[in-house]
């Protein structure tokens, strides 16, 4: 039988693992195809005309922050760092709340804006957008390449599928729908998959609570591991806020949820952030219990970032590990997307535009947006194929820059007086603190060392060089956009 | 119990650095160390010259000869987060690898080279990794145990770090509430 458990120890066999692999590849870009036909336009390629309605941009929220950090990293976290492990990764809801009243102001400042950077540029100028361009791109990447490696060990330790095909599959897959369908198909994938993501995980959890005790979970970690048990366990202390920061950075600064505030209907981003906050605050304590249940069942786990897929796996069989590797898949593919088409906007918008001399047109950026998607797939598949590391370690080597973004977003969008120099020096200051704490400490406080000196620098120079903002001066002359494009999304 | 050595004797050393003397503030903690190479180290030596005892796993089961499996050079002696990943060199014939204490506990059993073991509380800890057979015999084993410290963070650094984050995020959710306030303010009385 093709779901039988692999000749090395794998739950799925290979064969299942393709054939998975098969059939969510032909679906996922089919509906992109589907969902993309419209984005014929830079327009409705990189912001799905503007037009995204509440369901739909709950669920993209969702859908993208649901990632394989949160199926796979937060049992991860709850592995190495415990019970406050898990809580510190359900912090990580504050940055989508934080963010809700945030992207109203966004939507209303700038509502012919496309990237995050683009308000940088305007709001601070070259002193400020370099930098900040440098960190998007550098986070936008690495965030890409911990999906892509992501997928490689997912579909090994399932299947047994060697790493190089599982993680050439699932970023090629994603390429390829996002190359069709841009921010249309991304926004209508995240909805299928988000659905997916939340009744997959309902019923593993229910599937492993029937069949694990939590006394004996209890029992085990405290004989074994009493440390993941202990309310005053350092290095979990230490994680706690670092976690919750980094969170806020990567919200704040990622065009991957800014793209979406600029895609979302007025005045629907605040509803739809806080809605998805909600919904996705209790995924984590789920994928975090089975960190915590691991030891009890004595399954042997290499390396902590599958621990989650692993378990959940083998305490429901082939059904249960069909089951993971539709919801990893599904959480996968819908990050990657997310990262393609807003950083492919990023380099279109940002990047390329900025350096031609002329007017360029809509249908040249909507061609340099394929060419952008593909050349970042290229370059995620070069960077994940040696898999070094752990996901948490590739990630969380971007935490003090994100997390010293965190100030000149805040200052910037609500303060006249927030200044270019600030802005700049904050950034610098800030990512420079925090990489000297990820090597001196650890990974786990990294963002927290980063947002503190970022904050204190940024208040400190805005004091000192004082701007006077005119925020009147965001709102663009508007652009040129397909009118096919528009209310498309949200009645489909 | 003997060993047979599938591949020349490897010296592997580990460095990691010593734990720094006190507490001097967070910028000094963060201007002064990032040069690991400057910082004293703990070497240990897993090559059988100046490591733990061989405290001895007889392979009476098998009755055969047992080869010898090389830990990865990269595992640390001495960790501050209650966890490590211990990693050895793959053993062609293995089914299955099991890691063991001192008592012969199986700690960790896998397919894989590689366990990752958390959780712990302050002390030293002793593993060897054996590997098995599809029958379940040992077929190797690692010639002497690896040492592991482990030491966590002291509270002196957990809490400034603790209250510096609730500032941060009081200070970021304060800033947005503000921020909010005054543009409401604005729009009603521009």
Sequence with gaps: ?492 | MRLRRSTPPIRFVLRATASRPGWLGLFLLMTTTIGFADAPAIQTSIDGSSGSDDVGFSDEASGGELQAIAFGEDIPSRVREGYVSITWADVPDAARYEVIDRNGSVLHSGVFSQAFISGLPDGIYHYRVRALSGTGEPIAITPKELEVEVSHWPYRYVVPLLLVGLFVMLSVVGVIVAGQRGIVTKEVHP
């Design chain 1, 1 to 492: 039988m093709i779901m039988a458990a692999g000749s090395d120890g794998t739950i799925l066999s290979a064969e299942a693992g393709y054939v998975l692999l098969a059939v969510f590849s032909v679906l996922w870009i089919g509906l992109g195809l589907w969902w993309g036909r419209k984005a014929k336009s830079f327009d409705g390629f990189s912001v799905a005309g503007r037009n995204v309605g509440l369901a739909l941009a709950t669920a993209t929220a969702v859908a993208t922050w649901i990632t394989s950090n949160t199926t796979m990293l937060a049992p991860q976290f709850a592995l190495q760092l415990g019970v406050w492990g898990a809580l510190a990764y359900c912090t990580a809801s504050f940055g989508l709340f934080a963010f809700a009243p945030m992207s109203g102001r966004i939507r209303k400042l700038m509502p012919n804006g496309y990237t995050a950077v683009e308000f940088v540029r305007q709001r601070y100028g070259k002193l400020g957008s370099v930098p900040f361009l440098i960190i998007s791109l550098f986070y936008a990447i690495t965030w890409l390449v911990s999906m892509t490696m992501a997928g490689g060990k997912l579909l090994h330790v399932l299947s047994g599928i060697p790493y190089e095909v599982g993680m050439t599959v699932v970023l090629g897959v994603c390429v390829m729908y996002t190359l069709f369908g841009g921010m249309y198909a991304v926004i209508g994938t995240d909805f299928i998959q988000s659905l997916i993501i939340l009744v997959g995980l309902v019923v593993v959890a229910i599937a492993v609570l029937t069949q694990v005790s939590l006394g004996e979970v209890h029992h085990t970690l405290q004989e074994e591991r009493p440390m993941l048990l202990d309310v005053f366990f350092p290095a979990a202390l230490m994680a706690l806020f670092n976690n919750m920061l980094f969170a806020f950075g990567e919200i704040f600064h990622s065009n991957v949820w800014w793209s979406r505030a600029f895609a979302m209907r007025e005045g629907v981003g605040p509803k739809a952030y806080a809605l998805g906050g909600l919904i996705w605050l209790p995924v984590p304590v789920v994928a975090g219990f089975l960190g915590l249940a691991a030891p009890a069942l004595g399954i042997g786990i290499s390396q902590p970032d599958t621990v989650g897929p692993l378990v959940a796996a083998t305490l429901l069989g082939s059904g249960g590990a069909l089951m993971v590797f539709i919801v990893v898949f599904c959480s996968l593919a819908s990050s990657i997307d997310s990262l393609l088409a807003a950083t492919g906007d990023l380099i279109v918008n940002d990047m390329a535009e900025p350096l031609c001399a002329g007017a360029v047109s809509d249908q040249t950026k909507r061609r340099w947006s394929s060419v952008a998607v593909i050349g970042l797939g290229a370059l995620a598949w070069g960077l994940a194929i040696p898999n070094y590391g752990t996901l948490a370690t590739v990630l969380f080597f971007a935490g003090p820059m994100v997390g010293s973004c965190l100030w000149p977003i805040v200052g910037g969008l609500y303060f006249r007086k927030a200044s270019p120099v600030a802005a700049c020096a904050s950034m610098i200051i800030g990512s420079a603190a925090g990489l000297i704490a990820y090597y001196a400490i650890g990974w786990f406080t990294a963002s927290l060392i980063g947002a503190a000196t970022s904050g204190m620098v940024f208040v400190a120079a805005s004091m000192i060089w004082p701007d006077e903002f005119d925020f009147d001066s965001l709102a663009g002359p508007v652009t040129s956009s397909d009118s096919a494009d528009e209310g498309a999304v949200d009645e489909q």
